[in-house]
């Protein structure tokens, strides 16, 4: 019994060992078109100072994951940032004939080979490898909504809780304020000041009140996130977008004083504050989160689906 029990582990052995070549014969030595990676057969669209520029998911997602966030973020970060990344392009139409531009403060941030060497010195080919990895791990992988792409909106940090669209733009189901981790303690620099004398601040935000400046300031009404809706400033009430553009601050999270003849606006976090929050994925990353984790934490009743295999 024992002779022929061996007989039949020997003969199992050899045929796992036959069948491991055959597989491996055919996965290396007979690679056919349907093995190619979905990004390499999606085509992209570029608009940059130059015209447009065709291209594929594949050479293009590397080089706006590296500009987006840096390496050191992680891998589950750099995968979460390389679908957000992927879907944002093939969903945005705000060009004719691109998918995206080169623009960061327009589309997405995006940095060229040169650019990237700079960067990263000695480190480059260790770098690119990584955001390689990423992109190439998650594949043609993007979310979607009601089996629609969505708008993968992400930012760089805010202060315990992401925005709800609704503030800045328009509702949206997925793009709804959720918890974040940042802290003070765990982001460097997540709390900024920005300081404006009287005749600067009414300069920029068109204000011609009449009163003394200490009297300006009327409060503030916050959103459900406890970001800024309305200052009431100098007799009028700005929205809190119309103020952090015009002073140039980092975000709406902020409050603002009056001291020794000055405005002092302290502000949280960094971005419109919607969708995904980088430093809060690297966070998340970090404490053992992967990348689908941290995707459907920041775009909630999402899908994460694989792209047809074609895409123009
Ligand atoms: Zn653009």
Aim: aromatic letters at 10%.
């Amino acid at each position: 019994m024992r002779r022929s029990a061996s007989r039949v582990i020997r003969s199992l052995t050899l045929w796992s060992a036959v069948f491991a070549a055959l597989v491996l014969l055919f996965r290396y030595a007979a690679p056919t078109p349907a093995e190619a990676l979905i990004d390499e057969r999606t085509t992209l669209y570029i608009q940059t100072d130059g015209g447009i520029v065709e291209t594929t998911a594949a050479d293009y997602l590397p080089y706006v994951v590296a500009a987006e966030i840096p390496v050191s973020y992680g891998p589950e970060a750099l995968k979460a940032q390389a679908v957000a990344a992927r879907t944002y392009i093939l969903a945005s139409d705000r060009h004719s004939g691109a998918n995206v531009c080169t623009d960061s403060a327009c589309c997405l941030a995006y940095l060229s080979e040169a650019e990237l060497r700079d960067r990263w010195g000695s480190d480059y080919d260790a770098d690119l490898a990584a955001v390689r990895a990423a992109v190439t791990a998650t594949d043609g992988q993007v979310l979607t909504y009601g089996g629609e792409l969505i708008l993968a909106a992400f930012h760089a940090s805010s202060d315990g809780q992401t925005e709800d669209s609704a503030a800045v733009w328009a509702p949206l189901p997925y793009l709804v304020a959720v918890e974040t981790p940042e802290t003070a303690e765990t982001v460097p620099g997540l709390a900024s000041e920005a300081v404006f004398s009287p005749e600067e601040l009414a300069e920029r935000l068109g204000l011609s009140a009449d009163t003394p400046p200490e009297a300006w300031l009327e409060g503030s009404e916050l959103d459900d996130a406890g970001r800024v809706r309305y200052l009431r400033v100098g007799g009028q009430s700005l929205s809190g977008g119309f103020v952090r553009r015009a002073l140039g601050l980092r975000s709406t999270d902020f409050t603002v004083r009056y001291a020794d003849g000055a405005f002092i606006f302290t502000v949280r976090g960094y971005g419109h504050g919607v969708g995904m929050s980088q430093e809060g994925a690297r966070l998340l990353a970090a404490d053992g989160w992967s990348y689908e984790e941290i995707l459907a934490h920041y775009y909630p009743g999402t899908e994460l689906t694989l792209l047809p295999p074609q895409v123009h």
